[in-house]
């Protein structure tokens, strides 16, 4: 069964840096595009950035536009969110996701989805 497993989360100071990286099991995923999306208690599960199957497009939230960089490299299987400037407010779960076409940042667009990895930023 196709699988997306996140790691790199942990507890950051604020105005630190994270490196999430999410692998996939099937070499298929090369041709998926992949998205971060985050949830945060209490709220629901929002998009954060995805990024087509060949990498030349990409798109951010507005939240999150300037200090996170998506990334992959499909002979890993792999992709990436590199997170600067991180703010207590970008503490969540993060989760990678990943579907055939690009251009829907919907949750339910999306029919893949890993376990999450969680990120603290302390002030």
């Known amino acids: 069964q196709a699988q997306l497993v996140e790691s790199g989360g942990g507890l950051v100071q604020a105005g630190g840096s994270l490196r999430l990286s999410c692998a996939a099991s099937?070499?298929?995923?090369?041709?998926?595009?992949m998205g971060w999306f985050r949830q945060a208690p209490g709220k629901e599960r929002e998009f954060v950035a995805d990024i087509s199957w060949s990498g030349d497009m990409t798109y951010y939230s507005d939240s999150v536009k300037g200090r996170f960089t998506i990334s992959r490299d499909n002979a890993k299987n792999t992709a990436y969110l590199q997170m600067s400037g991180l703010k207590p407010e970008d503490t969540a779960v993060y989760y990678c996701?990943?579907?055939?076409?690009?251009?829907?940042?919907?949750?339910?667009?999306?029919?893949?989805w890993g376990q999450g990895t969680q990120v603290t930023v302390s002030s």
């Open positions: 099937r070499r298929t995923f090369s041709s998926y595009t």
């Open positions: 996701a990943a579907r055939i076409r690009y251009g829907s940042r919907e949750v339910g667009a999306y029919g893949y």
